[in-house]
């Protein structure tokens, strides 16, 4: 059973900066593209960020382009969102999500973890 856990998430003032992990279990971590996508209150769920299974590319959502880097770490099975320059708009609940290829579409992961709060004051 696969299982994508998220961590990092708080609360931080804008400027500010965090680092969300993505430990994933239950099959080979290094064969998966990884993602992560966001949702705001009453917004649909969004791409963030998404990287391939060796981590040599990356692609990003222009919001978020120059401010957030994602990195993997296939010995340890976990994914990283660096978050920079954070800004009150880029508050949402952030869920990172498991796929064979690196998509910004939500529908092309297979699995994804429970979401981690990310909460950006003015």
């Known amino acids: 059973q696969v299982q994508l856990v998220e961590s990092g998430g708080g609360l931080v003032q804008a400027g500010g900066s965090l680092r969300l992990s993505c430990a994933a279990s239950g099959r080979t971590f290094s064969r998966y593209a990884m993602g992560w996508f966001r949702q705001a209150p009453g917004k649909e769920r969004e791409f963030v960020a998404t990287i391939t299974d060796s981590g040599s590319r990356t692609y990003y959502a222009d919001s978020v382009k120059g401010r957030f880097t994602i990195s993997r770490d296939n010995a340890k099975n976990t994914v990283y969102l660096q978050m920079n320059s954070l800004k009150p708009e880029d508050t949402a609940v952030y869920y990172c999500?498991?796929?064979?290829?690196?998509?910004?579409?939500?529908?092309?992961?297979?699995?994804w973890g429970q979401g981690t709060q990310v909460t950006v004051s003015s």
């Open positions: 999500a498991q796929g064979l290829t690196p998509s910004g579409t939500a529908s092309r992961y297979d699995y």
